[in-house]
T-cell receptor, first 115, second 115 residues
Framework: NAGVTQTPKFRILKIGQSMTLQCTQDMNHNYMYWYRQDPGMGLKLIYYSVGAGITDKGEVPNGYNVSRSTTEDFPLRLELAAPSQTSVYFC??????????????FGSGTRLTVV | DQQVKQNSPSLSVQEGRISILNCDYTNSMFDYFLWYKKYPAEGPTFLISISSIKDKNEDGRFTVFLNKSAKHLSLHIVPSQPGDSAVYFCAASGYGSSNTGKLIFGQGTTLQVKP
């Protein structure tokens, strides 16, 4: 049972480069989320999706884009990377009926450094 | 505006004693609250939750208390074990008709349990 898989685990980008952070889940969860965690801070919501074909902005969406063409995959795209996007990125998923009793299932994170 | 706050960045307790982690919130519309535990280089894992209609929920060594009038919740760990050493995040969400499962996280409290 893989759960939520994120790739890559680490990445160094130069300012202005672009990349896609991959996230896939095998639990048939409808709800998926991207959060970022900065040092000493909590997790901030970037984008979320309540089902295939449906995405919406979270608290800190600027500089990012997402798509949700399938239930399983929810990639996060960074365009024109900036040092302010240096962070640890977490993908998570949950089922609408299980979100209270089971919470999110998180991936192990992608540590991104922009230099 | 920080809607969920964990005002203690760190806590150190002796093995076998009680650990009490605190969390305050400002939005009285939150419907449920969750606690997550995070080890270094891993994603957060769900620990325990509580609905706003309850004032206590217990799961083994972990108990969450909710005081709605004070907009305060706490996580009690009894007895504390060295393996409990981790960062603990509290999180809050609305449910109801606008259910999207989005969570707002506190900044986290680092718990160290000394043998």
């Amino acid at each position: 049972n893989a759960g939520v898989t994120q790739t890559p685990k680490f990445r160094i980008l130069k300012i202005g480069q672009s990349m896609t952070l991959q996230c896939t889940q095998d639990m048939n969860h409808n709800y998926m989320y991207w959060y970022r965690q900065d040092p000493g801070m909590g997790l901030k919501l970037i984008y979320y999706s309540v089902g295939a074909g449906i995405t919406d902005k979270g608290e800190v969406p600027n500089g990012y884009n997402v798509s949700r063409s399938t239930t399983e995959d929810f990639p996060l795209r960074l365009e024109l990377a900036a040092p302010s996007q240096t962070s640890v990125y977490f993908c998570a998923s949950t089922h609408p009926e299980g979100q209270i009793n089971y919470g999110y299932t998180f991936g192990s994170g992608t540590r991104l450094t922009v230099v | 505006d920080q809607q969920v706050k964990q005002n203690s960045p760190s806590l150190s307790v002796q093995e076998g004693r009680i650990s009490i982690l605190n969390c305050d919130y400002t939005n009285s519309m939150f419907d449920y609250f969750l606690w997550y535990k995070k080890y270094p280089a891993e994603g957060p894992t769900f620990l325990i939750s509580i609905s706003s209609i309850k004032d206590k929920n217990e799961d083994g060594r972990f108990t969450v208390f909710l005081n709605k009038s004070a907009k305060h919740l706490s996580l009690h760990i009894v007895p504390s074990q060295p393996g409990d050493s981790a960062v603990y995040f509290c999180a809050a969400s609305g449910y109801g008709s606008s259910n999207t499962g989005k969570l707002i996280f506190g900044q986290g409290t680092t718990l160290q349990v000394k043998p």
